[in-house]
């Protein structure tokens, strides 16, 4: 099936056959990139692919109580897809002929219709009625001294000429079905001639219902306007479920012809729209050359209930949807950073085959052993036996014991800065280790520091302790900022090797 949206620029929506580009293209592109940009990085996984066919099933159950609207700003060979053209009916010359062209077969008594593809739904068994408005240009020229027969716009229940229409039943009915609840075809005719004594002249509108025989009518020759003088005439034809309207004509604000009408009354639940046409032994030239109809349909109550449920499950797959690829993607994102930072798959199984592993304490281990975090049993009493504070608690740097401690480390005694408690029972060399870490530790500088690595390859015997200064260096600032892209360096310039391939401070 070719869309009208295909054809020149053409518009259109229709609800039970077609999806227009207007409605689903731009929905899906709208859908796709804010999918691209909350979930940036899940496109590969397919996700917005089933997310976008979630949301086209929503647009596609709105659309069911959209309005029926088409537009033919002219007609063209490839716009037949959309009409049902009878044997007398053709495109030509960018119009619509509802009866043969001169160009053609034989003009003499002919009768044609030409409609829109898809009938649509008037009236519901609940009360609810459509309203629509049309409009349309037509242009009817005589091809003979006389004019005949006319032309119409039409709403029928039958897509088919109804055979012996041609003449003075302007393709309307036929003397069978004229005057008929059979012939479900309510029509305003535009007549150039006087077929019937009941016709006013050869230059009128008429409303008809299911006759020929016009419910009402009126001349334009007054208006000055005249249906077969090969021009072209506006015309604008709307009905509000009560009444009917027509305009003729430049004035599109006062009506020709208005009259009270039921439409439910005559015509089935679903009619088709368009044109019909007749010629007799005067013959003329009957043509639409553009057309645009609008029309508030009226829905099955039963297909509501279905489409809702269409639309409520699109909406729940979609939000299952949703979640599944934000869980997925944090997931990989995730996944992402540890193999970022770390080429192991567990970062703890990786390092818990190293000496310098970290231990693994619970909560409730810790709370044990600090008496439940209690600040008299803060860590601080460290090889030296004493607190951090001078013994008169002060927290200052001048009175606090890595003054002390670094004054020991001057002098090449910072043995004596050994517990006096362990009454000297340890080994030297890994007291004096522990003494000058800790002075480089308490370095003021952040910068020149030791890593926590350093700390435990030094403790664990896999690297000597690091270089610190006999002199207590004066604190610096700003302190120049830490490169965890860098070996850790020593206090005066010296290098540690690497233990391992873990990195980080």
């Known amino acids: 099936m070719k869309f009208p949206c295909t054809f020149q620029g053409r518009r259109s929506l229709e609800a039970h056959k077609v999806i227009s580009f207007i409605i689903i293209q731009p929905c899906q592109k709208v859908a796709q990139e804010n999918l691209k940009s909350s979930f940036d990085g899940i496109a590969e996984m397919r996700f917005p692919l089933a997310a976008t066919s979630a949301i086209l099933a929503v647009f596609l159950a709105l659309a069911q109580v959209q309005s029926l609207a088409f537009e033919f700003p002219n007609f063209t060979i490839s716009d037949q897809s959309q009409l049902i053209l009878s044997d007398n009916s053709s495109i030509a010359l960018g119009a619509i002929q509802v009866t043969p062209d001169n160009h053609g077969a034989s003009m003499v008594n002919r009768a044609g219709r030409t409609l829109y593809k898809w009938p649509f739904r008037l009236w519901s068994k609940k009360g609810k009625k459509a309203n629509f408005n049309t409009t349309f240009v037509l242009n009817v020229k005589n091809m003979t001294a006389s004019s005949g027969e006319g032309l119409a716009f039409i709403l029928t229940g039958d897509p088919d000429v ?22 479900e075809t309510v029509a305003v005719e535009f007549d150039t001639k006087r077929s019937f004594p009941e016709d006013p002249d050869g230059n009128h509108i008429g409303l008809d219902v299911n006759s020929v025989y016009s419910k009402s009518w009126v001349s334009l020759n007054d208006s000055g306007i005249y249906i077969s003088a090969a021009t072209d005439i506006k ?14 004509g430049d004035d599109m604000k006062n009506p020709v012809l208005s009259e009270p009408l039921d439409l439910s009354a005559y015509l089935p639940e679903m009619v088709y729209v368009g044109f019909s046409g007749s010629t007799s032994n005067d013959t003329q030239l009957n043509c639409v050359k553009s057309w645009e109809f609008n029309i508030s349909e009226v829905k099955d109550s039963k297909l509501w209930w279905v489409w809702i449920l269409v639309a409520v499950g699109a909406v729940l797959i979609l939000l299952i949807g949703i979640g599944i690829a934000f869980f997925l993607y944090r997931k990989r994102g995730c996944e992402g950073i540890n193999r970022e930072e770390n080429t192991y798959p567990n970062i703890e199984e990786a390092i818990l085959g190293f000496s310098t592993a970290p231990k693994k304490f619970k909560f409730k281990e810790l709370s044990k052993a600090t008496g439940k975090f209690n600040p008299k049993n803060k860590l601080g009493k460290v090889a030296c036996g004493r607190k951090p504070g001078g013994q008169a608690g002060r927290d200052d740097y001048i009175c606090n014991i890595v003054h002390g401690l670094w004054e020991l480390h001057r002098r090449g005694t910072i043995l004596e800065g050994a517990d006096p408690r362990l009454n000297g029972i340890f080994i030297e060399e890994e007291m004096e280790c522990v003494l000058i870490l800790g002075l480089a530790c308490c370095h003021p500088n952040p910068k020149n520091r030791p890593s926590m690595k350093t700390v435990l390859q030094v ?4 690297a000597p302790p690091p270089e610190v200064p006999a002199e207590r260096p004066a604190f610096m600032w700003p302190p120049m900022p830490t490169s965890f892209n860098e070996w850790d360096s020593s206090l005066v310039g010296g290098q540690l090797s690497p233990f391992s391939g873990l990195s980080g401070r």
């Open 162 to 183: 109804p055979a012996g229409s041609d003449g003075q039943w302007l393709g309307i009915v036929n003397s069978r079905l004229n005057g008929t609840t059979e012939a």
């Open 235 to 248: 015309v604008a034809v709307q009905y509000d479920g009560k009444n009917l309207s027509v305009f003729v």
């Open 459 to 462: 403790l664990t015997g896999e």
